[in-house]
């Protein structure tokens, strides 16, 4: 209807696969202002989940709030066809018991569903939540968003999901000046102590003091909110200039003893309003591994008497690291995608912040895009929009939204260079410009190895060439594979482009898969055999859903009604993925094997026995039951009873699952 409260999901869909890469869509939600405050807008900006990357598992949005100043509302959708079952369970960061505000929420296909004030009478004012998929196979996205009390602003918080890998977060930028203040967040939900090294470098007064280093302990559990992070710094002895002058930079932290995916920070940078409460934004930390390498985008800007856009840029390498030069080309929207304007080059040290205000309009464009692309250097690096409500400093509220980058293929339009094609078709190597030294000619050729690596597609194999040549800008590979060369089993999703040899593999940087073509890429890193491979976890099993049959582990007493008794031992295994069974009933003998699969977040389980007999099970663990089915029909589940008892049972099902009658019970009890 045209009138009352609406809210709901997006599905945009393409007709053709490969324009995904092509596509960007923006949205801007915002609130009318009106006296006391500035007339104009107060919102945020969030970009389009694609395909690869709705949520599977679990996910964990940070830096929650609810106190006089703020509160904050946490969103939920279903990107599937088909309705999923998600638990949304709150941490506080300053100790406490967890709170379930949601055991068993259900979303229908493509719906969309918002808890406001989440914190609500929880208790909690400092915090973050973990959403979990509990049951249905559907994707699903998460989000948060922190909203100020005084003018309605709000932040958004994106999501943080899947295994990362490495030990750095990027904060873009920590603000001093006369207008805006920068807090910043800081998250533990590990079980240990993680010490934050934090260093930052000032870009806007160096002449002042360069910055420099400090380091912060979080205890397990523990999640900190810094108000005036820039003077936070200069007491914990950083080189800074005072705080009358404007100052701004980029913080890169190092982590140790903790999983990424466990930890988190971000800033969130506002201003003042004189009507009370705060205009502003926040910055996500950008993880190791998803900083810009070759190029890429940032969309949906504007400039025009009610908008006004800037562009952020950082190098993110380490003390020591190269230089990288940027170059931004700025694309008309209105005017058929055209580049309009001169390309402009940045120069980057490593750990050096610049921001490009209005970007767009020295362009004379209204409402585009801007690319930035790598030219010079190796270091990784990050960009990012604001759009501002207000045509220029000091009109309307100066609201900011933060849009951020979008990676592209090294071969996308926008970049220039060569593609070069294996004689086969099957490969296929983009040089962008800049990656080799004038003369230097890149090969491709098929590799005549064949390695015995059962994790190894060999008839993706291929050499690339010059040997001994240092590419300048990461060229990007493409490879065919063929899916029935791969481990039974392997989703497409755990492939990489990958060079090594025996045991050693390393993945390219980007990797990405196009399972409808059966092709990999990535950004490789020098010459060399190039192959498809799995691709080898960083951090396997580390995902909550790992450990929901923990509670099997142990050794156990059977019993069964008319049956003798018998004993069973589960174990783990050394690297934390599979649980082993051992049963013995006399001279029966049983063995199993179950693991959690976070592709398809279900558990399987195969069972064989003495007499020759083989069982494969999968399900899900829901309810606080462990339920894994044979058949449609019948299905096996693990029920905790007591601390020192599991009742294990088998039901079958006549009416296609609406009711479910008992075949067959036992009983484990631990010794």
């Not at 004030?117 to 996205?141: C, Q, Y």
Request: charged share 15%.
């Amino acid at each position: 209807p045209a009138s009352g409260p609406q809210g709901g999901s997006l599905d945009v869909l393409m007709d053709d696969a490969a324009a995904a890469a092509l596509v960007s869509v923006t949205a801007r939600t915002a609130t009318l202002t009106a006296s006391p405050q500035p007339a104009g807008r107060a919102g945020l900006a969030y970009t389009a989940l694609a395909s690869g990357e709705r949520l599977a598992g679990t996910a964990v949005v940070y830096g929650l709030r609810s106190t006089l100043a703020d509160r904050s509302n946490l969103a939920l959708f279903n990107t599937g066809s088909s309705p999923i079952t998600l638990r949304i369970t709150l941490f506080s960061g300053t100790g406490g018991t967890p709170v379930i505000v949601r055991d068993a929420l259900v979303l229908a296909g493509s719906s969309w569903f918002q808890i406001s004030g989440v914190l609500g009478d929880t208790g909690i004012t400092n915090g973050w939540a973990l959403v979990e998929r509990i049951a249905g196979s559907s994707g699903f996205g998460a989000y948060g968003v922190v909203n100020d009390n005084g003018t309605n602003d709000g932040s958004y918080l994106s999501p943080v999901s899947g295994t990362l890998s490495g030990n750095r977060i990027t904060v873009p930028v920590l603000v001093e000046t006369a207008t805006f203040r920068s807090e910043l967040v800081l998250t533990n939900r590990s079980t240990a102590s993680v010490d934050f090294t934090l260093s930052y470098r000032e870009s806007l007064t160096p002449a002042d003091g360069a910055g420099g280093e400090t380091t912060v302990r979080l205890q397990p559990m523990e999640q900190r909110i810094i108000p005036e992070a820039v003077n936070f710094l200069r007491q914990a002895g950083l080189a800074l200039g005072p705080a009358t002058s404007n100052h701004a930079g980029s913080l890169r932290i190092r982590v140790l003893g903790s999983p990424l995916e466990q930890l988190f920070a971000g800033a969130r940078t506002a201003a003042v309003s004189p009507g009370g409460g705060q205009f502003g934004l926040f910055t996500p930390g950008i993880y190791s591994g998803t900083e810009a390498a070759g190029a890429a985008l940032v969309a949906g800007l504007r400039a025009d008497a009610e908008n006004r856009s800037n562009l952020a840029v950082a190098n993110v390498g380490d003390d020591g690291a190269s230089s990288v030069t940027l170059e931004l080309h700025v694309f008309d929207g209105e005017d058929h995608g055209l580049e309009k304007g001169t390309p402009q080059q940045v120069v980057l040290a490593p750990g050096e912040f610049r921001q490009i205000n209005n970007v767009l309009s020295p362009a004379g464009v209204r409402s585009g895009w801007v690319s930035v692309r790598r030219v010079a250097g190796a270091s990784p690096w990050i960009t990012y929009g604001v759009v501002n409500d207000g045509g220029a400093p000091g009109e309307r509220t100066g609201d900011g939204a933060y849009v951020p980058m979008q990676l592209l293929e090294a071969d996308a339009p926008l970049e220039e260079g060569e593609t070069i094609t294996s004689a086969d078709t099957r490969a296929s190597l983009f040089v962008p410009r800049g990656s080799l030294p004038n003369g230097t000619v890149a090969t491709l050729v098929k590799s005549t190895s064949r390695p015995l690596d059962p994790n190894l597609d060999v008839e993706s194999l291929y050499e690339v060439g010059p040997a001994g040549a240092v590419f300048g800008i990461a060229p990007r590979l493409k490879l065919r594979y063929e899916p029935a060369r791969l481990p039974l089993g392997l989703p497409e999703s755990a492939l990489a482009v990958s060079t090594g040899s025996g045991d050693l593999w390393t993945a390219a940087a980007q990797p990405a898969v196009d399972e409808a073509a059966h092709q990999a890429s990535g950004a490789i890193s020098g010459p060399g055999t190039w192959g498809v491979r799995r691709a080898e976890a960083s951090a396997p099993c580390t995902l909550p859903e790992a450990r929901q049959f923990d509670f099997w582990l142990g050794s156990w007493r059977y019993t069964a009604p008319n049956g003798p008794p018998g004993t069973n031992l589960i174990t783990r295994d050394t690297a934390g993925c599979t649980i082993e069974e051992h049963f013995a009933q006399g001279p029966y003998r049983g063995r199993s094997v179950s693991l959690f699969n976070p592709a398809t977040g279900k558990w399987y389980q195969t069972y064989v026995d003495s007499e020759g007999a083989r069982l494969p099970l999968a399900g899900v663990f829901e309810g606080g039951r462990m339920v894994l089915y044979e058949t449609p029909t019948r299905r096996y589940v693990w029920v905790v009873t007591s601390p020192t008892q599991i009742r294990y049972f088998v039901e079958d099902t006549t009416n296609g699952g609406v009711s479910w009658f008992e075949a067959f019970t036992s009983f484990y009890t631990r010794t």
